[in-house]
């Protein structure tokens, strides 16, 4: 028996969620991203706005000419996850079988859930209602044999489809689309394939694997299976996460070493609060670094002993920034820091000496005030000078491009 797999994925999700709380919002163009005379791009655009040619990664700029009307909106990153977590929350009372691929897409598997609900699309029409009745937001449904045919469904069917494909009926489905539609193709690959005469998925399925994986390497086998709209990767609920990093971009490159070592201090202690709730100390501490020509470094070093300690994830990120900084005298265009290798701490427990057990409750007491008056309450001597060029919230700071835990 075929398999049914559904991909959902929210509509012009920041957008949505913004709605929901400005309802005179609906309807309109609207922008989040931030305000049109700030540096940035268009992280979600209302299909309103889409009309004059506005999508997600447009400079604010160019958006702003194209669409003076939008009304463009900062947005509220915590908002967000946490539509995303209730979004998360009504999928899984459907199927356990349940794999996020980002803030506001998921796949499930459906597989035999015909006769819980009638069909499956009476399934997807069901939980489109529940997200739309208790999150007010519109999602759209792809449903089909595999993940691939099934991501490309919700995708056409936008905004607020439901769209099912046939078992049999997935490469006729797919052939008349451009190329770029599927999954895993991007610009680069989308202007080869223009090179080689081939614009429409059709074309690539009829192509003989050899010369795609002549021109793609593997990638181009896995490019002509799922172009025939074969794709048999199961649906694979999460395991637990590996690393936990923060990252941000300023607002303006920045060579300051005050600024960079605030940031990155900032960044540490909203890691290492991530890592103490996990409650799994780690081995590992990365530095990232991207520079004004948008050259991107990972400095990575192994600590002695695991540790969940912010002043030990700021010292060891603090030692590999210095040393990266010392090679290179670019601009700092973004600098991220993360840890990985996480270990059971019972295994370090008695081996770790009393100034690191102090320093651990230590930044637990924090956490705790932290978690009743707000990030900011407590705040080094370091980071204070953020305030001149972050703005805060009882959150925290306010990052221009904050990004989540991977
Ligand atoms: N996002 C972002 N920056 C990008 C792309 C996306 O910050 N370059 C954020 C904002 C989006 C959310 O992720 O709202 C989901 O991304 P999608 O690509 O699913 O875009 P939307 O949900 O906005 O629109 P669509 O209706 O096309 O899914
Ligand atoms: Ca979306």
Do not use: W
């Amino acid at each position: 028996m075929a398999r049914r797999i559904i991909h959902i994925d929210l509509d012009a999700f920041f957008v949505s969620v913004e709605q929901v709380l400005k309802p005179e919002l609906k309807g309109k163009p609207v922008v989040v991203g931030g305000k049109p005379d700030r540096r940035g791009v268009v992280a979600s655009a209302s299909y309103e706005a889409r009309k004059y040619g506005l999508h997600a990664g447009m400079p604010l700029s160019t958006a702003h000419r194209l669409c003076p009307q939008a009304v463009f909106i900062e947005g509220n990153f915590t908002r967000y996850q946490d539509a995303s977590t209730k979004f998360m929350a009504i999928l899984a009372d459907f199927s356990p079988f349940l794999e996020p691929t980002g803030l506001d897409e998921a796949y499930l598997d459906a597989t035999g859930f015909e006769s819980l609900h009638g069909s499956i699309v009476q399934m997807a029409a069901k939980i489109k209602r529940r997200i739309k009745d208790e999150l007010g937001l519109p999602a759209s449904v792809g449903i089909a044999s595999g993940k691939v045919v099934a991501k490309v469904a919700a995708e056409q069917s936008k905004p607020d489809g439901l769209l099912e494909v046939p078992a049999g009926s997935e490469r006729s489905f797919l052939a008349p689309l451009p190329v770029g539609e599927l999954p895993g193709i991007g610009k680069k690959s989308e202007l080869e394939l223009k090179g080689l005469g081939i614009h429409i998925i059709g074309q690539l399925a009829s192509l003989p694997p050899e010369t795609l994986k002549y021109h793609f390497g593997t990638a181009g086998v896995i490019m002509h299976r799922h172009a025939n709209g074969i794709d048999d990767r199961a649906v694979e609920p999460p395991g637990e996460a590996r690393s936990i990093s923060r990252e941000t971009t300023f607002g303006e490159d920045t060579r300051d070493r005050r600024t960079l070592e605030a940031t990155l201090r900032y960044l540490s202690e909203r890691v290492g609060k991530s890592l103490r709730e996990q409650g799994r100390p780690a081995r590992c501490v990365t530095l990232k670094l991207r520079y004004a020509d948008f050259t991107t470094i990972t400095r990575r070093t192994t600590l002695k002993q695991a540790s969940d300690i912010n002043q030990v994830i700021f010292a060891t990120g603090l030692k590999l920034l210095k040393t990266a900084l010392s090679h290179e005298k670019q601009p700092v265009r973004l600098v991220g820091i993360g840890v990985s290798h996480f270990i059971e701490p019972a295994r370090q427990l008695n081996m770790l000496d009393s100034s690191a057990v102090r320093q651990e409750k230590l930044d637990r007491v924090i956490d705790r005030i932290r978690k009743k008056y707000g990030f900011t309450s407590i705040q080094t001597g370091r980071t204070l000078l953020l305030q001149d060029i972050f703005a805060s919230r009882k959150e925290g700071y306010i990052l221009p491009t904050p990004s989540l835990s991977r």
